[in-house]
């Protein structure tokens, strides 16, 4: 996928759910990942353009594992004139070490969101952005129906009013092969994810649980993508019909 491919899926995230305001200041949340890195590039490059003037700066939650390196996300922040921070934490030694998870993944997550929102804030941020794509929104969904019993998936735009912030997901009609294009055609300088727990997870029973259904049912994903745009989740904003039946298309 090329950069002018991934600005017009973002913008039309952006635009269909109100996602940036004028003078917004926004964190995105750097993991390290092909995922943020790619959403670094998508609001980089919206940033040209867009007529809501707003800012950008990146910012890093390093959990403690050895190994993960941010000195190459740094290297390409700068090549963008984007502000980067690094959080250090022991986020990692808690929940391996210290209280022995078995199930770490929500833990941590909680523990990480939370350090990024406190950085976020203290830097003057309003908005948080998030790298998650079209695959993630299905899996998500389908973790909640398996396991949770409800048909539910994070909106595209949530107000967390205890921080007073926004956290928005501008990748959020990306699928995850472009990602991966994405990645690869421009040399992100993607960091390995040191976590114990990585690619052992509900999240990578899923990924593999849909990929063995879309390939024996081949549109599959897209159905269920399109079942949650439209399904009046009571989290999500509303959009008009007219611009609901666009979406369709997508």
């Known amino acids: 996928m090329k950069l002018q491919q991934l600005l017009s899926f973002t913008r039309k995230a952006v635009d269909t759910y109100q996602m940036i305001q ?57 090549e963008l004139n984007v502000t980067y921070t690094v959080v250090k934490t022991d986020i990692g030694k808690i929940i391996f070490e210290e209280r022995k998870e078995k199930n770490p993944c929500s833990l941590c997550a909680k523990m ?22 079209r ?49 690869n055609k421009y040399n992100l300088p993607v960091s390995k994810n040191p976590c114990p727990a990585d690619g052992n997870t509900k999240r990578e029973y899923m990924k593999d649980l849909l990929k063995q259904l879309n390939t024996e049912h081949p549109g599959v994903m897209d159905k269920m993508f399109h079942a949650i745009i439209n399904g009046n989740i009571s ?13 369709n298309n997508i």
Do not use: Q
Not at 122 to 127: E, F, M, T, V
Not at 242 to 247: H, P
């Open 135 to 183: 695959d993630d929104l299905v899996e998500t969904m389908l973790m909640s129906l398996m396991f949770e019993g409800r048909f539910y998936c994070y909106s595209p735009v949530t107000y967390l009013d205890r921080m007073d912030l926004t956290v928005i997901r501008p990748l959020l009609f990306v699928y995850e092969a472009d990602v991966i294009g994405f990645k």
């Open 22 to 78: 004028p003078g917004d200041k926004i964190a995105i949340g750097i993991s390290g990942g092909k995922d943020s890195l790619t959403l670094l590039y998508a609001l980089h490059g919206l940033k040209r353009f867009y007529p809501n003037p707003f800012e950008i700066e990146a910012i890093t939650v390093d959990l403690g594992f050895d190994g993960f390196e941010t000195a190459p996300i740094a290297d390409l922040c700068a």
């Open 112 to 133: 990480r969101k939370g350090s990024l929102n406190e950085v976020a804030k203290a830097h003057g941020c309003n908005k948080i952005a998030y790298g998650h794509h």
């Open 235 to 247: 989290s999500w904003p509303k959009v008009d019909k007219v611009l609901a039946d666009k979406l």
